[in-house]
């Protein structure tokens, strides 16, 4: 087994990357070798910008011996090709959400990590932020009592007015569900188990859309996604959560409750890494600072490459990916048949981060 810090490369030198390559770059456990990007100019400014030595080719990335892990941040439709490509090459992957945009390649994709020897994390990482994991020891320690249901909601007007390339958001592999479905299953999988059953109605609200802000402002582009979806989850353990993910309300919010026998609490927002806890009980509200990692996205990397030096499973896993795949893909299916739908994977949910779990410390020598 190798020792000493993880050599990663990031595939993709979008949007996102700029907040990943902030992150990486700072974390003593991990070596940022390479950017690559078809474009290559972009992956030699995101490299220069971030004071990363190498930049080019996804092939020149692949390449390079010393990268143990490939950060894929590619768009969702080819989220499995590339992570195909990085595991043929004896690479690691870690692959921002969705983890595929249907079970069969899902399944490939785990079926060959596995023959390989090799790990397909998969963000969200956000569960392995203060917020999530404060939300879990809460409940554990029976707090609220037994958990029996939660509610959750996100609902926005839809990313078209700030992102300057949004297509493909609104396409398949993305709109509500699938960009950010993924921070909310991923989290009530990590508070409840794994998810047993689904119902759910979906809509569309409008055929196109228009790009209200960058150079491609006033461009008009399809939707060919539900942008409205209700869903009733129940779980094996026989808990139930009640979810909303819209682009279609001009009142942007948020919400996530835990109601239990003795009280009820309202989780931080998943798509976040921190926040407040507030407890509602017999004797009324007290509000809990959250404690843990309050580092961002990337987060899920280091967590990945000190599994991998340790020779343990990772927490944010292809296994636990692929469970959230299926249930999305239910959830459409439901949304489409109008008739519950079973949902067939399961996953094993791994312990909680031990509260002083820290991904700046240095632990790898």
Do not use: C
Not at 38 to 46: L, N, T
Not at 203 to 228: D, L, N, Q, W, Y
Not at 323 to 337: K, N, Q, R
């Amino acid at each position: 087994m190798s020792a000493g810090r993880v050599g990663v490369g990031v595939i993709g030198a979008g949007v996102i990357s700029n907040e990943y390559l902030g992150n990486l770059t700072s974390f003593p456990d991990l070596e940022v070798r390479f950017v690559a990007d078809i474009d290559q100019e972009r992956a030699r400014a995101q490299a220069d910008k971030y004071g990363v030595p190498g930049s080019g080719s996804v092939e020149e990335l692949l390449a390079d011996d010393g990268i143990e892990i490939v950060v894929n941040l590619t768009i969702p439709k080819v989220h499995v090709e590339v992570a195909l490509q990085a595991l043929a090459a004896g690479k690691h992957v870690w692959s921002e959400k969705p983890f595929s945009l249907d079970r069969a390649t899902g399944q490939e994709l785990l079926d060959t990590a596995n023959a390989r020897g090799l790990r397909v994390a998969t963000a969200p990482d956000t569960f392995l932020g203060a917020g999530i994991q404060s939300a879990r020891r809460l409940l554990e320690s029976g707090r609220i009592g037994a958990p029996l249901t939660a509610l959750t909601l996100m609902q926005s007007p839809g990313p078209e007015s700030w992102h300057p390339n949004p297509d493909f958001l609104f396409q398949e592999g993305a709109g509500p569900l699938f960009d950010i479905g993924p921070y909310y299953l991923t989290a009530l999988v990590q508070l409840f188990g794994p998810v047993a059953r689904v119902a759910a109605v979906a809509s569309k609200s409008r055929e196109t859309r228009v790009i209200g802000s960058g150079p491609r402002a006033g461009e008009e582009f399809a939707v060919t996604v539900p942008t409205h979806v209700s869903a009733l989850y129940q779980f094996e353990s026989g808990q139930t959560a009640q979810a909303i993910f819209s682009f279609d309300s001009k009142l942007g919010r948020t919400l996530f409750e835990v109601a239990g026998v003795d009280g009820t609490v309202e989780v931080p927002d998943p798509n976040t890494f921190t926040g407040e806890l507030r407890i509602h009980g017999a004797d009324g509200e007290e509000t809990v600072a959250s404690t843990g990692s309050t580092s961002s996205r990337g987060t899920g990397v280091v967590e990945l490459a000190r599994a991998i030096r340790a020779g343990v499973p990772e927490r944010a896993s292809g296994e636990q990916a692929f469970h959230v795949l299926d249930v999305m893909v239910a959830t459409i299916e439901a949304g489409e048949s109008g008739v519950p739908v079973e949902v067939a994977s399961t996953v094993q949910v791994a312990p909680a981060l031990p509260e002083d779990w820290d991904p700046r410390a240095a632990t790898l020598a």
